[in-house]
Protein backbone atom coordinates (compact mmCIF):
# COMPACT_ATOMS: atom_id res chain seq x y z
CA UNK A 1 0.00 0.00 0.00
CA UNK A 2 1.01 3.45 -0.58
CA UNK A 3 1.87 5.37 2.95
CA UNK A 4 -0.58 8.32 3.09
CA UNK A 5 1.41 11.43 3.99
CA UNK A 6 1.20 13.43 6.83
CA UNK A 7 -0.51 16.92 5.93
CA UNK A 8 1.08 18.80 8.63
CA UNK A 9 -1.43 21.69 11.04
CA UNK A 10 -0.01 25.11 9.74
CA UNK A 11 0.07 28.09 12.40
CA UNK A 12 -3.41 29.78 12.37
CA UNK A 13 -3.95 33.28 13.39
CA UNK A 14 -7.69 32.91 13.30
CA UNK A 15 -10.53 31.68 15.33
CA UNK A 16 -9.53 27.95 15.52
CA UNK A 17 -10.41 26.44 19.03
CA UNK A 18 -7.38 26.45 22.14
CA UNK A 19 -8.11 22.95 22.75
CA UNK A 20 -10.97 23.22 20.12
CA UNK A 21 -13.30 24.61 22.60
CA UNK A 22 -14.12 27.71 20.26
CA UNK A 23 -11.29 29.40 21.83
CA UNK A 24 -8.57 31.05 19.03
CA UNK A 25 -4.94 29.79 18.85
CA UNK A 26 -2.76 33.24 19.88
CA UNK A 27 -0.40 35.31 17.22
CA UNK A 28 2.53 32.71 16.36
CA UNK A 29 0.58 29.23 17.84
CA UNK A 30 0.60 26.28 15.77
CA UNK A 31 -2.89 23.84 16.56
CA UNK A 32 -1.35 21.24 16.39
CA UNK A 33 -1.59 17.51 18.34
CA UNK A 34 -1.02 15.76 22.13
CA UNK A 35 -0.47 12.38 21.75
CA UNK A 36 -1.82 10.38 25.01
CA UNK A 37 -0.84 6.92 25.00
CA UNK A 38 -3.19 4.36 26.05
CA UNK A 39 -5.68 6.47 27.33
CA UNK A 40 -8.92 7.23 26.65
CA UNK A 41 -10.79 10.67 27.38
CA UNK A 42 -14.08 10.60 29.47
CA UNK A 43 -16.35 12.50 27.63
CA UNK A 44 -20.26 13.09 27.40
CA UNK A 45 -20.32 12.87 23.62
CA UNK A 46 -20.13 10.03 21.75
CA UNK A 47 -17.30 9.07 19.71
CA UNK A 48 -17.94 8.83 16.10
CA UNK A 49 -16.35 6.50 13.95
CA UNK A 50 -13.66 7.94 11.14
CA UNK A 51 -11.66 5.38 9.76
CA UNK A 52 -11.58 1.52 9.64
CA UNK A 53 -9.23 -1.05 8.41
CA UNK A 54 -7.77 -4.26 9.43
CA UNK A 55 -6.24 -4.84 12.51
CA UNK A 56 -2.05 -4.55 12.13
CA UNK A 57 -2.96 -1.86 9.38
CA UNK A 58 -0.90 1.62 10.20
CA UNK A 59 -4.34 4.25 9.99
CA UNK A 60 -2.66 6.85 11.74
CA UNK A 61 -1.82 8.99 9.59
CA UNK A 62 -5.14 8.75 7.76
CA UNK A 63 -7.03 9.36 10.80
CA UNK A 64 -5.04 12.65 11.63
CA UNK A 65 -5.80 14.53 8.53
CA UNK A 66 -9.66 13.23 8.70
CA UNK A 67 -9.74 14.95 12.19
CA UNK A 68 -7.73 18.05 11.26
CA UNK A 69 -10.26 19.91 9.40
CA UNK A 70 -13.18 19.24 11.16
CA UNK A 71 -14.09 21.97 14.08
CA UNK A 72 -16.20 19.78 15.63
CA UNK A 73 -13.25 17.15 15.99
CA UNK A 74 -10.78 17.97 19.29
CA UNK A 75 -9.19 14.78 18.40
CA UNK A 76 -9.15 11.05 17.45
CA UNK A 77 -8.78 7.52 19.49
CA UNK A 78 -6.81 4.98 17.32
CA UNK A 79 -8.07 1.56 18.46
CA UNK A 80 -5.58 -0.91 17.20
CA UNK A 81 -6.97 -3.92 18.24
CA UNK A 82 -10.25 -2.96 16.18
CA UNK A 83 -8.12 -1.58 13.30
CA UNK A 84 -9.97 1.90 13.81
CA UNK A 85 -10.22 5.50 14.72
CA UNK A 86 -13.19 7.21 16.21
CA UNK A 87 -13.75 11.21 16.38
CA UNK A 88 -13.92 12.87 19.59
CA UNK A 89 -15.70 15.73 20.76
CA UNK A 90 -14.86 17.01 24.51
CA UNK A 91 -16.04 20.63 24.51
CA UNK A 92 -15.41 22.48 27.49
CA UNK A 93 -15.78 19.81 30.54
CA UNK A 94 -12.71 19.14 32.69
CA UNK A 95 -10.27 17.09 30.86
CA UNK A 96 -9.89 13.65 32.18
CA UNK A 97 -8.53 10.19 31.08
CA UNK A 98 -9.02 6.17 32.06
CA UNK A 99 -6.21 3.76 31.02
CA UNK A 100 -7.49 1.27 27.96
CA UNK A 101 -4.99 -0.94 26.67
CA UNK A 102 -4.33 -1.06 22.57
CA UNK A 103 -5.31 2.78 22.08
CA UNK A 104 -3.92 5.64 21.97
CA UNK A 105 -5.62 9.78 22.19
CA UNK A 106 -4.41 12.49 19.99
CA UNK A 107 -5.83 15.98 21.22
CA UNK A 108 -5.72 19.02 19.08
CA UNK A 109 -3.93 22.01 21.09
CA UNK A 110 -2.01 25.13 20.52
CA UNK A 111 1.33 25.67 21.00
CA UNK A 112 4.24 27.29 19.36
CA UNK A 113 6.31 24.51 17.54
CA UNK A 114 10.00 25.56 17.00
CA UNK A 115 11.14 25.61 13.92
CA UNK A 116 13.25 22.50 13.27
CA UNK A 117 10.17 20.04 14.39
CA UNK A 118 7.74 21.71 12.71
CA UNK A 119 7.58 18.41 10.85
CA UNK A 120 6.65 16.65 13.76
CA UNK A 121 2.53 15.51 13.68
CA UNK A 122 2.88 15.47 17.57
CA UNK A 123 5.37 17.40 19.23
CA UNK A 124 4.40 16.40 22.50
CA UNK A 125 3.29 13.16 24.53
CA UNK A 126 1.62 13.48 27.61
CA UNK A 127 1.01 10.83 29.93
CA UNK A 128 -1.16 11.32 32.79
CA UNK A 129 -0.74 9.50 35.95
CA UNK A 130 3.20 8.71 35.43
CA UNK A 131 6.24 10.59 37.51
CA UNK A 132 9.64 10.64 36.25
CA UNK A 133 11.61 10.00 39.61
CA UNK A 134 14.75 11.24 37.56
CA UNK A 135 16.79 14.16 38.41
CA UNK A 136 14.97 17.69 37.39
CA UNK A 137 17.41 20.55 36.58
CA UNK A 138 15.43 23.24 36.59
CA UNK A 139 11.62 24.21 38.67
CA UNK A 140 10.05 27.31 37.71
CA UNK A 141 7.06 28.57 40.14
CA UNK A 142 3.53 30.10 38.69
CA UNK A 143 3.40 28.38 35.76
CA UNK A 144 -0.40 28.55 34.35
CA UNK A 145 -1.03 25.06 33.49
CA UNK A 146 0.70 21.79 31.91
CA UNK A 147 0.78 22.81 28.27
CA UNK A 148 2.59 26.35 29.47
CA UNK A 149 5.61 23.93 31.18
CA UNK A 150 5.20 21.60 28.07
CA UNK A 151 5.94 25.02 26.21
CA UNK A 152 8.91 26.32 28.21
CA UNK A 153 10.40 22.34 27.60
CA UNK A 154 9.59 22.69 23.71
CA UNK A 155 11.54 26.00 23.91
CA UNK A 156 14.59 24.84 25.84
CA UNK A 157 14.22 27.44 28.33
CA UNK A 158 15.99 26.16 31.01
CA UNK A 159 17.95 27.56 33.78
CA UNK A 160 20.89 24.69 33.78
CA UNK A 161 21.60 25.26 30.90
CA UNK A 162 20.66 21.84 29.80
CA UNK A 163 18.52 20.21 27.40
CA UNK A 164 15.06 19.32 27.93
CA UNK A 165 13.50 16.17 26.92
CA UNK A 166 10.61 16.03 29.89
CA UNK A 167 8.79 18.57 31.94
CA UNK A 168 6.26 17.81 34.80
CA UNK A 169 3.27 20.25 36.27
CA UNK A 170 2.03 19.78 39.67
CA UNK A 171 -1.38 21.92 39.57
CA UNK A 172 -1.93 22.86 43.17
CA UNK A 173 1.38 24.64 43.60
CA UNK A 174 1.64 25.77 39.67
CA UNK A 175 5.21 24.07 39.87
CA UNK A 176 6.88 22.91 36.45
CA UNK A 177 9.72 21.22 36.25
CA UNK A 178 12.29 20.05 33.79
CA UNK A 179 14.74 17.36 33.14
CA UNK A 180 17.46 16.42 30.41
CA UNK A 181 15.70 12.22 30.91
CA UNK A 182 12.66 10.96 29.91
CA UNK A 183 10.97 7.61 30.40
CA UNK A 184 13.21 6.19 27.54
CA UNK A 185 16.98 7.51 29.04
CA UNK A 186 15.49 6.11 32.30
CA UNK A 187 12.80 3.75 32.08
CA UNK A 188 13.64 2.35 35.95
CA UNK A 189 12.64 6.04 37.35
CA UNK A 190 8.88 6.12 35.24
CA UNK A 191 6.97 4.55 37.65
CA UNK A 192 3.04 5.52 38.52
CA UNK A 193 2.19 8.45 40.72
CA UNK A 194 0.32 7.43 44.43
CA UNK A 195 -2.74 8.87 45.42
CA UNK A 196 -1.07 11.63 46.89
CA UNK A 197 0.67 12.52 43.76
CA UNK A 198 -1.94 12.42 41.58
CA UNK A 199 -1.12 16.47 40.30
CA UNK A 200 1.49 15.51 38.66
CA UNK A 201 1.69 15.30 35.07
CA UNK A 202 3.97 14.20 32.53
CA UNK A 203 4.82 15.46 29.47
CA UNK A 204 8.08 14.58 26.81
CA UNK A 205 8.85 16.69 24.22
CA UNK A 206 9.44 14.60 20.92
CA UNK A 207 11.21 17.18 19.09
CA UNK A 208 14.75 17.03 17.95
CA UNK A 209 17.16 18.12 20.38
CA UNK A 210 20.21 18.04 17.99
CA UNK A 211 22.75 16.73 20.63
CA UNK A 212 24.45 14.05 18.15
CA UNK A 213 24.11 13.43 14.84
CA UNK A 214 26.21 10.16 14.66
CA UNK A 215 25.17 6.60 13.56
CA UNK A 216 22.52 5.16 16.28
CA UNK A 217 21.26 8.54 17.22
CA UNK A 218 17.51 9.93 16.61
CA UNK A 219 18.82 13.21 17.36
CA UNK A 220 17.25 13.10 20.64
CA UNK A 221 19.80 10.96 22.75
CA UNK A 222 22.45 7.85 21.69
CA UNK A 223 20.38 4.19 21.96
CA UNK A 224 20.72 0.73 20.93
CA UNK A 225 18.63 -2.10 19.05
CA UNK A 226 17.03 -4.77 20.76
CA UNK A 227 18.11 -8.22 19.08
CA UNK A 228 15.88 -9.28 15.73
CA UNK A 229 12.84 -10.85 16.93
CA UNK A 230 11.57 -13.00 13.67
CA UNK A 231 7.91 -13.55 12.36
CA UNK A 232 6.68 -11.34 15.18
CA UNK A 233 5.37 -7.56 15.23
CA UNK A 234 3.50 -4.91 17.29
CA UNK A 235 0.01 -4.56 16.02
CA UNK A 236 0.32 -0.86 16.63
CA UNK A 237 1.84 0.40 13.69
CA UNK A 238 1.29 4.30 12.92
CA UNK A 239 2.93 4.23 9.35
CA UNK A 240 3.56 2.04 6.91
CA UNK A 241 6.25 2.10 3.51
CA UNK A 242 6.70 -0.08 0.81
CA UNK A 243 9.37 -1.66 -1.29
CA UNK A 244 12.18 -0.87 1.42
CA UNK A 245 14.76 -3.47 2.06
CA UNK A 246 15.68 -4.74 5.53
CA UNK A 247 18.55 -2.08 5.92
CA UNK A 248 16.11 0.68 4.12
CA UNK A 249 13.60 0.43 6.83
CA UNK A 250 15.59 0.66 9.53
CA UNK A 251 17.69 3.76 8.59
CA UNK A 252 13.26 5.42 7.57
CA UNK A 253 12.59 4.47 11.57
CA UNK A 254 15.96 6.39 12.53
CA UNK A 255 15.21 9.46 10.36
CA UNK A 256 11.53 9.37 10.34
CA UNK A 257 10.95 13.38 9.83
CA UNK A 258 6.92 12.99 11.53
CA UNK A 259 7.69 11.15 14.81
CA UNK A 260 9.83 9.70 17.05
CA UNK A 261 10.16 6.11 15.53
CA UNK A 262 11.00 3.21 18.74
CA UNK A 263 10.86 0.14 16.58
CA UNK A 264 9.84 -0.91 13.16
CA UNK A 265 8.95 -4.18 11.38
CA UNK A 266 10.42 -5.65 8.57
CA UNK A 267 8.02 -8.14 6.24
CA UNK A 268 9.55 -9.97 3.35
CA UNK A 269 7.07 -10.70 0.40
CA UNK A 270 5.69 -13.88 1.31
CA UNK A 271 2.76 -15.48 0.22
CA UNK A 272 0.30 -13.28 -2.46
CA UNK A 273 2.15 -10.37 -1.41
CA UNK A 274 5.28 -9.33 -4.04
CA UNK A 275 6.54 -5.92 -2.13
CA UNK A 276 8.13 -5.86 1.50
CA UNK A 277 6.25 -3.78 4.22
CA UNK A 278 8.04 -1.46 6.47
CA UNK A 279 6.26 -0.94 9.48
CA UNK A 280 6.75 2.05 11.78
CA UNK A 281 5.92 2.10 15.26
CA UNK A 282 6.02 5.09 17.76
CA UNK A 283 4.90 3.27 20.88
CA UNK A 284 7.68 2.06 23.10
CA UNK A 285 8.96 -1.57 25.18
CA UNK A 286 6.51 -3.40 22.68
CA UNK A 287 9.08 -6.37 24.00
CA UNK A 288 8.52 -5.66 27.24
CA UNK A 289 5.10 -4.78 28.08
CA UNK A 290 2.57 -6.46 25.98
CA UNK A 291 3.44 -9.28 23.71
CA UNK A 292 3.92 -9.58 19.91
CA UNK A 293 2.08 -11.18 17.36
CA UNK A 294 2.57 -13.93 14.36
CA UNK A 295 3.26 -12.39 11.23
CA UNK A 296 5.41 -14.61 8.34
CA UNK A 297 8.14 -13.45 7.27
CA UNK A 298 8.79 -10.74 9.41
CA UNK A 299 11.85 -9.34 11.31
CA UNK A 300 10.57 -6.72 14.49
CA UNK A 301 13.55 -5.03 16.05
CA UNK A 302 13.27 -1.56 18.68
CA UNK A 303 14.87 0.92 20.40
CA UNK A 304 16.37 0.63 23.53
CA UNK A 305 18.81 2.76 26.07
CA UNK A 306 22.40 1.97 25.25
CA UNK A 307 24.64 0.45 28.48
CA UNK A 308 28.16 0.94 29.02
CA UNK A 309 28.80 -2.51 29.21
CA UNK A 310 32.38 -4.06 28.81
CA UNK A 311 33.76 -7.66 29.46
CA UNK A 312 37.37 -9.07 29.75
CA UNK A 313 38.60 -12.39 30.34
CA UNK A 314 41.46 -14.52 32.26
CA UNK A 315 41.39 -18.16 32.31
CA UNK A 316 39.79 -18.09 35.67
CA UNK A 317 37.27 -15.26 35.28
CA UNK A 318 34.87 -12.76 33.03
CA UNK A 319 34.90 -9.40 34.54
CA UNK A 320 31.66 -7.97 33.42
CA UNK A 321 31.52 -4.15 34.27
CA UNK A 322 29.07 -1.78 33.69
CA UNK A 323 29.69 2.15 34.09
CA UNK A 324 26.30 3.81 35.35
CA UNK A 325 26.47 6.41 38.20
CA UNK A 326 22.27 6.54 38.82
CA UNK A 327 22.08 2.80 38.91
CA UNK A 328 21.43 1.27 42.45
CA UNK A 329 20.55 -2.38 41.53
CA UNK A 330 22.31 -5.44 41.15
CA UNK A 331 24.05 -7.44 38.58
CA UNK A 332 23.86 -11.14 38.76
CA UNK A 333 24.13 -14.26 36.67
CA UNK A 334 20.80 -15.87 35.34
CA UNK A 335 19.22 -17.92 37.45
CA UNK A 336 22.11 -17.47 39.96
CA UNK A 337 21.18 -14.67 41.74
CA UNK A 338 22.66 -15.34 45.40
CA UNK A 339 25.87 -16.98 44.88
CA UNK A 340 26.88 -14.52 41.78
CA UNK A 341 25.69 -10.97 41.72
CA UNK A 342 26.99 -7.65 42.50
CA UNK A 343 26.22 -4.08 43.34
CA UNK A 344 27.73 0.08 42.81
CA UNK A 345 30.41 0.22 44.19
CA UNK A 346 29.68 4.26 44.99
CA UNK A 347 31.99 5.14 42.59
CA UNK A 348 29.51 4.58 39.26
CA UNK A 349 30.47 1.46 38.79
CA UNK A 350 29.49 -2.56 39.32
CA UNK A 351 32.07 -5.27 38.70
CA UNK A 352 30.69 -8.71 38.70
CA UNK A 353 33.49 -11.43 38.57
CA UNK A 354 32.01 -14.51 37.43
CA UNK A 355 34.44 -17.74 38.09
CA UNK A 356 35.33 -20.21 34.99
CA UNK A 357 35.36 -23.77 35.93
CA UNK A 358 38.82 -25.51 35.48
CA UNK A 359 37.48 -28.25 33.73
CA UNK A 360 33.99 -29.97 32.67
CA UNK A 361 33.90 -31.85 35.92
CA UNK A 362 34.70 -28.76 38.30
CA UNK A 363 32.06 -26.87 40.30
CA UNK A 364 30.30 -24.41 38.23
CA UNK A 365 28.26 -22.16 40.58
CA UNK A 366 27.36 -19.44 38.29
CA UNK A 367 26.41 -21.68 34.90
CA UNK A 368 28.99 -20.61 32.93
CA UNK A 369 28.62 -22.20 28.91
CA UNK A 370 32.35 -23.68 27.67
CA UNK A 371 32.80 -24.45 24.03
CA UNK A 372 35.62 -26.25 23.38
CA UNK A 373 37.52 -25.63 19.79
CA UNK A 374 40.33 -29.06 19.44
CA UNK A 375 42.24 -28.87 16.69
CA UNK A 376 45.52 -27.36 15.44
CA UNK A 377 45.16 -24.11 17.64
CA UNK A 378 42.88 -24.98 20.63
CA UNK A 379 40.57 -22.30 21.75
CA UNK A 380 37.96 -21.91 24.12
CA UNK A 381 34.65 -19.43 24.20
CA UNK A 382 33.04 -19.18 27.16
CA UNK A 383 29.58 -17.30 28.07
CA UNK A 384 27.43 -16.32 30.91
CA UNK A 385 23.95 -14.41 30.73
CA UNK A 386 23.91 -11.58 33.07
CA UNK A 387 20.95 -9.51 34.08
CA UNK A 388 21.14 -6.05 34.97
CA UNK A 389 18.52 -5.41 37.84
CA UNK A 390 17.70 -1.66 38.75
CA UNK A 391 15.93 -2.45 41.55
CA UNK A 392 17.90 -4.13 44.81
CA UNK A 393 15.12 -6.67 45.38
CA UNK A 394 12.12 -6.14 42.71
CA UNK A 395 12.56 -6.70 38.59
CA UNK A 396 10.71 -4.38 36.60
CA UNK A 397 10.36 -4.23 32.97
CA UNK A 398 13.30 -2.15 32.43
CA UNK A 399 15.39 -4.46 33.90
CA UNK A 400 18.37 -6.23 30.92
CA UNK A 401 19.22 -9.29 30.31
CA UNK A 402 22.82 -9.47 27.86
CA UNK A 403 24.94 -12.43 27.02
CA UNK A 404 28.55 -11.96 27.60
CA UNK A 405 31.11 -14.34 25.92
CA UNK A 406 35.08 -14.27 26.07
CA UNK A 407 37.22 -16.08 23.70
CA UNK A 408 40.88 -17.52 24.75
CA UNK A 409 43.31 -20.18 22.71
CA UNK A 410 45.07 -22.78 24.31
CA UNK A 411 47.67 -20.67 25.88
CA UNK A 412 45.14 -17.88 27.20
CA UNK A 413 46.15 -15.40 24.46
CA UNK A 414 44.50 -13.92 21.83
CA UNK A 415 45.08 -15.90 18.41
CA UNK A 416 46.43 -14.11 15.43
CA UNK A 417 43.29 -12.60 13.86
CA UNK A 418 44.16 -15.04 10.92
CA UNK A 419 43.41 -18.16 13.11
CA UNK A 420 39.90 -17.11 13.90
CA UNK A 421 39.07 -18.68 10.18
CA UNK A 422 38.64 -22.49 10.40
CA UNK A 423 37.32 -22.59 13.41
CA UNK A 424 35.82 -25.93 14.72
CA UNK A 425 33.36 -25.90 17.35
CA UNK A 426 31.35 -29.18 18.64
CA UNK A 427 27.55 -29.05 18.66
CA UNK A 428 26.68 -29.48 22.25
CA UNK A 429 25.15 -26.07 22.94
CA UNK A 430 21.81 -24.29 21.80
CA UNK A 431 20.47 -20.96 20.68
CA UNK A 432 18.13 -19.62 22.94
CA UNK A 433 14.89 -17.56 21.43
CA UNK A 434 15.81 -13.82 20.92
CA UNK A 435 13.14 -13.10 23.21
CA UNK A 436 15.61 -13.77 25.86
CA UNK A 437 18.38 -12.22 25.55
CA UNK A 438 18.79 -8.50 24.60
CA UNK A 439 21.43 -8.08 23.63
CA UNK A 440 25.12 -10.00 22.89
CA UNK A 441 28.71 -8.36 24.46
CA UNK A 442 31.83 -10.35 22.93
CA UNK A 443 35.24 -9.51 24.94
CA UNK A 444 38.58 -11.25 24.44
CA UNK A 445 41.49 -12.17 26.55
CA UNK A 446 43.72 -9.33 26.90
CA UNK A 447 40.72 -7.24 26.39
CA UNK A 448 41.43 -7.29 22.62
CA UNK A 449 38.28 -6.41 20.41
CA UNK A 450 39.01 -8.73 17.17
CA UNK A 451 35.85 -10.10 15.83
CA UNK A 452 36.00 -14.17 15.26
CA UNK A 453 35.14 -15.77 11.44
CA UNK A 454 33.74 -19.11 11.63
CA UNK A 455 32.43 -21.49 9.00
CA UNK A 456 30.88 -24.38 9.84
CA UNK A 457 31.94 -27.76 8.37
CA UNK A 458 29.69 -30.74 8.93
CA UNK A 459 31.82 -34.12 8.91
CA UNK A 460 30.15 -37.75 8.17
CA UNK A 461 32.97 -39.71 11.04
CA UNK A 462 32.18 -43.00 9.75
CA UNK A 463 33.75 -41.86 5.88
CA UNK A 464 36.01 -39.18 6.94
CA UNK A 465 34.31 -36.74 4.06
CA UNK A 466 31.92 -33.93 3.88
Not at 28 to 42: D, E, H
Not at 74 to 103: L, M, P, T, W
Not at 403 to 412: A, G, I, T
Request: some cysteine; glycine content about 6%.
Amino acid sequence: MDSPEWVLLIPLLGLLGALATGQPCGAGLTLTYVKVPNMLPRTVYQPTLLFAQAPGVAITATCYNSCRDVPACDGFIVDYKQGACYRVNIGRQYEDYSHQANVNFFRKVCLNVPRDCAQRAWPVEYVPGYKLLAEQHTVLPNVADKWQCAQICLNQTTLAGLPCRSSQYQAWSRTCTLSQYDRHTNPESFSPTIASDREFEYMENQCPLGLSQGPGSSGNEEYCWHDPIYNKTSMRPDLEVDNLTLDQCQMRCETEPSFRCTAYTFQCPAYSSIISRCLLHSDETQVRISPLSPMPCATFRERISCLDVSVSCTPQSLTVTLQDKMFTGQMFVSGHAAQCTAGNDGQGQVQLVIPVPESDYSPNKCNVQIIRSIGDHNRTVVSAVVVIQHHKLIQTVSDRVVKVSCYLDSNNMVPPISQYNNLTLNASFFVKDPEIVQNVIEGYGGNTSYPPTAMMRIVNVGRGDD
